[in-house]
């Protein structure tokens, strides 16, 4: 997959920018602040609708303005689709598809497919659980538009859920409120069946490869795992060999036997929004015991990883995904960066994206034979602009 063409509307700090790409290579050269990551975060938006920077749209929005637009021309192959999204915080966003009348933002998925890495993937081993949630979410979405609906499903019950919770402590627990509950317990545990089952299988296909990606980047003996812990309190083998009917049936049970505790808290104590993923270096947990080359090696082989699946569930040419690497090689050591660059472009491997897009503050940072397509991006009066590097 490959954009030729992309335009950015009253977008971060684009007031109406457009920009062409080449297949292969795409370098965007410039100052911190300039923009760079603007432009990187556009493309993943029109992948996943949503930011790897901000859990919200508002920020996305120029100051001053109501909506921001994303544009482009999109390849698969010898296909072509005219891509278009509308932002537009606090109502629903639209999109079009080859120019024709507004749909729901959600039908663009699974057209674009792109994976980003970006300095804030670190929290992926850093941070919450829930950053590493989203992380299997994402991925599964991306490869499976339906699921979009199922994690809105579930985040639906779960508030009304909660909400319902909240109001047992305050008037007291009455036989009305027992049986709204078995009828958000029915639901929950339907769309938190579906998720969990998406999460797993994406974890299953996840493993080798980001176990691959880590040891081709850092050289290292120590092998990268991987675990779902999951709040039903059963172990990784018995949770991947369930059936969805099996992980509903487990749930519901969970929460009928959490019941006493969820009423004194008031919040859903069981459910995908619970779980976790523990990542190890052999049997030594990588968040608090790597090093920083080693947690940089993992989360850089998690996004390579993903991107491998993307490959695995779609093979035919033209369809590998766009590779976004968003100033990330300003961090790692010169081994590092050969690695990475040698991945990048596919050296040794049939795997080469049909197109990369790189941002860096430095030329000097970015590995010379990924500088054939290379544009300066500056910024003035808070205006960000595109052109051609010579």
């Given amino acids: 997959m490959r954009l030729s063409q992309l335009v950015l509307q009253d977008y971060r700090?684009?007031?109406?920018?457009?920009?062409?790409l080449e297949p292969g290579s795409n370098v965007l050269l410039g100052y911190n602040g300039v923009g760079k990551?603007?432009?990187?975060?556009?493309?993943?938006?029109?992948?996943?609708?949503?930011?790897?920077?901000?859990?919200?749209?508002?920020?996305?929005?120029?100051?001053?303005?109501?909506?921001?637009?994303?544009?482009?021309?999109?390849?698969?192959?010898?296909?072509e689709a005219f891509l278009e999204v509308e932002i537009n915080?606090?109502?629903?966003?639209?999109?079009?598809i080859n120019r024709g009348s507004p749909v729901r933002a959600s039908e663009i998925l699974g057209i674009l497919r792109t994976v980003l890495f970006a300095p804030e993937d670190l929290e992926l081993i850093k941070g919450p659980p829930e950053v590493r949630r989203r992380l299997l979410d994402s991925l599964a979405v991306q490869l499976r538009p339906a699921l979009a609906g199922v994690r809105q499903d579930y985040e639906k019950v779960l508030r009304q859920r909660n909400a319902l919770l909240k109001s047992i402590r305050h008037e007291g627990f009455t036989a009305t409120h027992e049986s709204t509950l078995a009828v958000w317990d029915a639901q929950?545990?339907?769309?938190?069946?579906?998720?969990?089952?998406?999460?797993?299988?994406?974890?299953?296909?996840?493993?080798?490869?980001?176990?691959?990606?880590?040891?081709?980047l850092s050289q290292s003996v120590r092998a990268a795992a991987m675990e779902y812990s999951s709040s039903l309190e059963r172990d990784g083998g018995e949770l991947a060999g369930a059936s969805t009917e099996q992980l509903t049936e487990w749930m519901q049970q969970a929460l009928g036997e959490a019941r006493s505790q969820e009423r004194d808290r008031a919040v859903t104590l069981i459910?995908?929004?619970?779980?976790?993923?523990?990542?190890?270096?052999?049997?030594?947990?990588?968040?608090?015991?790597?090093?920083?080359?080693?947690?940089?090696?993992?989360?850089?082989?998690?996004?390579?990883?993903?991107?491998?699946?993307?490959?695995?569930?779609?093979?035919?040419?033209?369809?590998e995904p766009i590779l976004i690497l968003d100033d990330v090689f300003a961090e790692l050591d010169a081994r590092r960066r050969r690695r990475?660059?040698?991945?990048?472009?596919?050296?040794?491997?049939?795997?080469?994206?049909?197109?990369?897009?790189?941002?860096?503050?430095?030329?000097?940072?970015?590995?010379?034979?990924?500088?054939?397509?290379?544009?300066?991006?500056?910024?003035?009066?808070?205006?960000s602009r595109v052109s051609r590097y010579e």
Avoid: C
Wanted: net charge negative; no cysteine.
């Fill in 37 to 79: 990551t603007n432009v990187a975060e556009a493309v993943g938006y029109l992948a996943t609708l949503s930011s790897h920077r901000v859990p919200n749209d508002g920020p996305l929005i120029r100051h001053g303005q109501e909506q921001a637009i994303i544009r482009a021309a999109a390849h698969r192959g010898s296909r």
């Fill in 271 to 319: 459910g995908p929004h619970r779980d976790d993923v523990h990542f190890t270096l052999d049997t030594t947990p990588v968040k608090g015991y790597a090093s920083h080359g080693e947690t940089w090696s993992y989360a850089l082989a998690l996004r390579l990883g993903s991107y491998r699946v993307m490959l695995d569930d779609d093979p035919n040419e033209g369809a």
């Fill in 188 to 216: 929950l545990s339907a769309a938190g069946a579906r998720l969990l089952r998406a999460r797993l299988d994406m974890l299953t296909a996840l493993l080798p490869h980001t176990a691959d990606a880590y040891q081709e």
């Fill in 340 to 383: 990475l660059a040698d991945l990048a472009a596919g050296e040794g491997s049939s795997s080469a994206p049909g197109q990369l897009i790189v941002t860096a503050a430095v030329d000097d940072d970015v590995p010379e034979q990924l500088l054939a397509n290379a544009y300066r991006v500056e910024s003035e009066d808070q205006i």
């Fill in 89 to 96: 915080p606090g109502r629903s966003n639209r999109a079009r």
């Fill in 13 to 20: 700090s684009y007031q109406d920018s457009e920009l062409t």
